[in-house]
């Protein structure tokens, strides 16, 4: 009985090594892929651009689209969120500055960009696996769902806004920040002449 088990457990060893082999590479790649923003949006973009062009031409899958644009909506709110949302959680750390007379404090994002983008591509590309499946191809009246997703999606980020005046914060980085600090000692002493 003792050599069936043994026999089961080398079998699979192979598989397990080489389900390790797969992710340690699919790793090293999405690590070499980091930098590379621009690259990678503009793959997703294709992405997208493949997909919509699927299920145009398939007429179909609106229930896929669907699921998929509520889930991108999701993850925009945790990308445009700060990580420490002043509303719900008291912090001993950095907190969002809510007076011009506040020290900056730069934006922490709940769910960073490489992570929203990883996201947003991986659920394209099972969004796009799933049309090849009829079962996923629920017949529905897609204006319906177009409609309720618009209203969600404004809605969602009304508040979205609301929240970002609020607390008086600005999700992105629009060119080099600038401080109104002392000017530095080097400036002024080489000014001098001596």
């Known amino acids: ?4 088990g043994s026999d089961a457990a ?20 999405l690590d070499k892929s980091t930098p590379h923003a621009t690259y990678r949006w503009i793959g997703t973009l294709v992405l997208l651009a493949i997909y919509v062009m699927r299920v145009l031409y ?16 999701n993850l925009m709110i945790g990308f ?3 990580l420490v949302d002043p509303e719900l959680e008291v912090s001993d750390g950095p907190l969002l500055p809510t007076k011009g007379s506040d020290e900056f404090k730069p934006f922490i994002r709940r769910l960073p960009e490489f992570k929203f983008w990883h996201s947003i591509t991986s659920a394209f590309l099972i969004a796009f696996l799933m049309t090849f499946f009829s ?7 897609w204006p319906i769902l177009l409609f309720y997703w618009l209203v ?18 600005i999700p992105f980085n629009v060119g080099k920040q600038k401080y109104g600090g002392k000017k530095s000692s080097a400036s002024t002493s080489g000014s001098r002449g001596d």
């Open 135 to 141: 079962m996923f191809d629920v017949p529905v009246f």
């Open 58 to 73: 398939l007429q179909g899958f609106y229930i896929v689209s669907y699921g998929l644009g509520i889930y991108i909506l």
């Open 1 to 4: 009985m003792e050599g069936v």
């Open 152 to 169: 969600l999606f404004i809605m969602t980020m009304r508040r979205q806004i609301a929240h970002m005046i609020k607390y008086k914060y």
């Open 10 to 29: 080398s079998a699979a060893a192979p598989i397990d090594q080489w389900r390790h082999d797969v992710w340690r590479l699919y790793q090293h790649y």
């Open 80 to 82: 445009l969120s700060p």
